[in-house]
């Protein structure tokens, strides 16, 4: 479903700031791999899917989506395949307008638009069953500005939203960690019926080690814009904290992390 290869990232390139923070990296992923991705701060995971998003452009490099080639495409032309979840509960809807109007919105996505209503209203009871799978009340609430809603409301509707036009790829870049820890666990919940429903292909980067090692059959731990542990399947359910963090220890070798309290 995604192949990344020998891609190449320099930020400040031939200055005294000069970052590398991908020097050849490739990676290939499955149709319907669920990744979770962590790693110390600045090992490039956000970074990796702001290029695979094309947020940002690659110095060089491959990106092969379901075996099309989008190294070269903008974002806009790439988002017609990837659907994204970000950090900040207001990235991924417009407060200013409803609740129906924002999942009118998604459910257009990629559509041609003429002079008729953004809203069919033959739509509106599917949009208020799909919202009321949520349970969060929303389904009552549809005509209400999402301005009004709680940071994990607007997540829990970006979620839904970002699904609706059938996506390839799910990036979801630290989508619970600017909420309460009982309001993460909810989306943590939703993200996982999401996902298996639709069975869309995921990358999920969390700092979280608990929702890293119960999500997901796959885990990707990074540091300086490599991969340095890659497990799946079985060995990723016998995983705990601490047999993560001694396989990052192993990997990482002389530069083994030492606070291990970023993944709290």
């Given at each position: 479903?995604?192949?990344?290869?020998?891609?190449?990232?320099?930020?400040?390139?031939?200055?005294?700031?000069?970052?590398?923070?991908?020097?050849?990296?490739?990676?290939?992923?499955?149709?319907?791999?669920?990744?979770?991705?962590?790693?110390?701060?600045?090992?490039?995971?956000?970074?990796?899917?702001?290029?695979?998003?094309?947020?940002?452009?690659?110095?060089?490099?491959?990106i092969l989506?379901?075996?099309?080639?989008?190294?070269?495409?903008?974002?806009?032309?790439?988002?017609?395949?990837?659907g994204r979840?970000?950090?900040?509960?207001?990235?991924?809807?417009?407060?200013?307008?409803?609740?129906?109007?924002?999942?009118?919105?998604?459910?257009?996505?990629?559509?041609?638009?003429?002079?008729?209503?953004?809203?069919?209203?033959?739509?509106?009871?599917?949009?208020?069953?799909?919202?009321?799978?949520?349970?969060?009340?929303?389904?009552?609430?549809?005509?209400?500005?999402?301005?009004?809603?709680?940071?994990?409301?607007?997540?829990?509707?970006?979620?839904?939203?970002?699904?609706?036009?059938?996506?390839?790829?799910?990036?979801?870049?630290?989508?619970?960690?600017?909420?309460?820890?009982?309001?993460?666990?909810?989306?943590?919940?939703?993200?996982?019926?999401?996902?298996?429903?639709?069975?869309?292909?995921?990358?999920?980067?969390?700092?979280?080690?608990?929702?890293?090692?119960?999500?997901?059959?796959?885990?990707?731990?990074?540091?300086?814009?490599?991969?340095?542990?890659?497990?799946?399947?079985?060995?990723?359910?016998?995983?705990?904290?601490?047999?993560?963090l001694g396989?990052?220890?192993?990997?990482?070798?002389?530069?083994?992390?030492?606070?291990?309290?970023?993944?709290?």
């Amino acid at each position: 479903m995604l192949k990344v290869k020998q891609l190449s990232k320099v930020f400040n390139p031939n200055t005294i700031n000069e970052n590398r923070v991908f020097d050849r990296l490739s990676l290939d992923v499955k149709q319907g791999d669920f990744i979770s991705i962590i790693g110390s701060n600045g090992a490039g995971k956000s970074t990796l899917l702001n290029m695979i998003s094309g947020t940002l452009q690659a110095d060089s490099g491959s990106i092969l989506l379901d075996g099309n080639e989008v190294i070269n495409k903008p974002e806009y032309a790439r988002s017609k395949s990837i659907g994204r979840v970000f950090q900040d509960p207001s990235k991924g809807v417009a407060p200013n307008m409803t609740i129906l109007e924002n999942i009118a919105l998604a459910d257009n996505k990629g559509k041609t638009f003429g002079l008729s209503f953004g809203i069919n209203k033959k739509r509106i009871d599917y949009y208020k069953e799909m919202v009321r799978e949520l349970n969060l009340g929303l389904e009552d609430k549809l005509y209400n500005k999402v301005t009004l809603l709680s940071g994990g409301q607007r997540q829990a509707l970006t979620l839904l939203m970002s699904v609706m036009s059938k996506p390839k790829l799910l990036l979801l870049d630290e989508h619970t960690a600017a909420l309460d820890p009982k309001t993460s666990e909810k989306i943590m919940e939703i993200t996982r019926n999401i996902v298996k429903d639709s069975g869309i292909t995921t990358l999920m980067v969390t700092h979280n080690l608990k929702h890293a090692l119960e999500h997901g059959n796959r885990l990707f731990m990074m540091h300086r814009g490599q991969i340095l542990v890659d497990v799946k399947g079985e060995d990723k359910e016998k995983l705990d904290n601490n047999k993560l963090l001694g396989l990052f220890e192993k990997a990482n070798g002389s530069e083994a992390l030492s606070d291990r309290t970023l993944f709290g």
